[in-house]
């Protein structure tokens, strides 16, 4: 099991580009959640999806800002018209079922590290 | 509310000395807390959960429910120890950890 992986791990970009950041969550995970951690700061829960739904977005700026999970394929993390600001590390996370006596292990990957110029 | 409180956003001890990273929660109900780990450059990482009740790389954590805290202690402190550790807590009503802000700790020589 490689565990989460995340791609691409390092991603530049010029303010009004699109940034997409991919995220693969352990086998047999569905759910999935994005995390950014501004340089210095601690961690800032963004969005949490299962298969093909969202469940918890409050997280998200309401602008430029999506995830997807579909049904097959990596969860998505979308910026659209990418700012300075958006210069982060993006980090997911997955777990199992969320009830259960693994309830709150998460997984995380490595991170994808977003510089926008 | 559900809320996770980290009051030390720095926390410098010397190698050797005690450790205690404070963590202080707000929850109505039975709280599962969690202590996550990430070392530099590396994945972030479960370090012990209070349910387990065992002691990973020395630390060790308990929950007193009286003063609504799990502080994460370790009597002598390593330069390994030196990392970023996040307090969370497990929100029944939809399974979804809730964050503490962070302590970055450094052991100094």
């Known amino acids: 099991n490689a565990g989460v992986m995340q791609n691409p791990r390092h991603l530049v970009r010029r303010r009004g580009q699109e940034a997409r950041l991919r995220c693969s969550p352990m086998?047999?995970?569905?759910?999935v959640y994005w995390y950014r951690q501004l340089p210095e700061e601690g961690l800032k829960f963004m969005v949490y999806?299962?298969?093909?739904?969202?469940?918890?977005e409050s997280g998200m700026p309401k602008e430029r800002f999506s995830a997807e999970f579909p049904k097959e394929g990596p969860s998505i993390l979308r910026i659209q018209q990418v700012v300075r600001g958006d210069s982060a590390a993006y980090f997911c996370?997955?777990?199992?079922?969320?009830?259960?006596?693994?309830?709150?292990?998460?997984?995380f990957g490595e991170g994808s590290r977003l510089t926008v110029l | 509310a559900q809320r996770v409180t980290q009051p030390e956003k720095l926390l410098s001890v010397f190698k050797g000395a005690p450790v205690e990273l404070k963590c202080n929660y707000s929850?109505?109900?039975?709280?599962?807390l969690f202590w996550y780990v990430q070392y530099s450059r590396q994945r972030l990482q479960l370090l012990l959960r209070?349910?387990?009740?065992?002691s990973i790389k020395g630390f060790t954590a308990d929950l007193n429910k009286g003063e609504t805290s799990f502080h994460l202690k370790k009597p002598f402190a390593q330069e390994e120890d030196s990392a970023m550790y996040y307090c969370?807590?497990?929100?029944?009503?939809?399974?979804?950890?809730?964050w503490g802000a962070g302590t970055k700790l450094i052991i100094k020589p």
């Open positions: 999806l299962q298969k093909e739904n969202i469940i918890d």
């Open positions: 996370a997955s777990s199992p079922p969320t009830s259960g006596p693994r309830a709150g292990e998460l997984f």
């Open positions: 086998k047999g995970h569905s759910h």
């Open positions: 929850y109505s109900g039975s709280p599962e």
């Open positions: 969370a807590l497990l929100s029944l009503s939809n399974y979804q950890l809730i």
């Open positions: 209070h349910i387990s009740r065992e």
